[in-house]
């Protein structure tokens, strides 16, 4: 059966793309495209469960999806993918630039959670490509160099000053972040609150669909949740929670040759009766119609 598969190291994601770079290094891996360029081929949809931030000098005949948005500008570009997210490329010519794989406990927060809460940027449900001007792709790129170099030179604290370098990418992806955002939170507590109830919704989406499950986590009232996610997204936080509900059977639909059924109760809907009512209410189609117009089998 077509799945949608998932790559759990940087190894393994290296070789689907058929590219000879290796690295044993589990927690972090930074090099430049060109260096795997020749190798590498196009890849239909997968996900991973390692973060990922390039930064993009220009690409030609070279396009990525990611979370079904296509993406074929990639001049002068920073590009977030965050664990889970459904990504693909295609490959006819060339792409230049920085890339990085990385897991949240290299960083070394407390735990995913906490690093997320920092960098918003990596929400699974946002699709983060941001354009940035010639000054803070200078600036960025001097911190990828120095990675580099401390990845090859390997001297003492090399770890720790790679750390330091990659910290410092990621507060200045934030900042690009919060000057495209249009909408911010207006307070911590609120961005604290949103950037849970997102990550608890990724986490639990497939078997907790009430506001309540999400609010008694949080140790909130369910109507304090809801206006603290209506006034930092503009959405409500069941349609948050129905959203995502949708996309992952979206993506199922789309990448698989899984049955209908099958679907409907690995998304934990009782019947796939219920499965196709709210499938149609929320995208105006039924998950077979989806499937013909959408199917990507192929791919």
């Not at 590009?79 to 990504?87: E, F, K, L, S």
């Not at 679907?263 to 929320?282: D, Q, W």
């Amino acid at each position: 059966m077509r799945t949608i598969p998932v790559y759990h190291q940087f190894n393994e994601l290296h070789e689907v793309t058929g590219s000879s770079l290796r690295t044993s290094n589990v927690g972090f891996h930074c090099f430049k495209m060109s260096s795997v360029d020749e190798d590498m081929r196009s890849l239909p949809a997968y996900r991973s469960d390692f973060f990922t931030l390039a930064l993009s000098f220009g690409s030609e005949n070279f396009s990525i999806d990611i979370n079904d948005r296509h993406f074929d500008d990639l001049e002068s570009a920073l590009i977030c993918v965050a664990p889970g997210q459904v990504t693909s490329f295609r490959k006819e010519g060339n792409w230049s630039g920085f890339c990085t794989f990385f897991k949240a406990e290299f960083m070394q927060f407390k735990s995913e959670l906490n690093f997320l809460e920092a960098f918003p940027f990596f929400n699974i449900q946002e699709v983060n490509l941001f354009r940035i001007n010639d000054t803070a792709f200078q600036h960025l790129s001097s911190f990828y160099q120095q990675i580099l170099h401390e990845q090859e030179e390997a001297g003492h604290y090399h770890t720790e000053v790679i750390r330091a370098c990659f910290q410092a990418i990621l507060w200045r992806v934030r900042r690009v972040y919060e000057a495209n955002s249009i909408k911010q939170a207006s307070d911590k507590a609120s961005l604290i609150i949103t950037s849970k109830f997102h990550y608890l919704v990724n986490k639990f989406f497939a078997t907790k669909f009430m506001v309540e499950d999400y609010a008694a986590m949080l140790h909130i009232t369910p109507n304090h949740l809801s206006q603290t996610i209506k006034a930092a997204s503009g959405r409500t936080a069941k349609s948050y929670i129905s959203q995502r509900r949708v996309e992952e059977a979206k993506y199922l639909l789309k990448y698989t040759d899984e049955d209908v059924s099958s679907i409907s109760y690995r998304l934990h809907f009782s019947e796939p009766t219920h499965f196709n009512k709210f499938f149609k209410k929320e995208t105006g189609h039924t998950p077979l119609d989806f499937r013909k117009q959408h199917s990507k089998h192929g791919n």
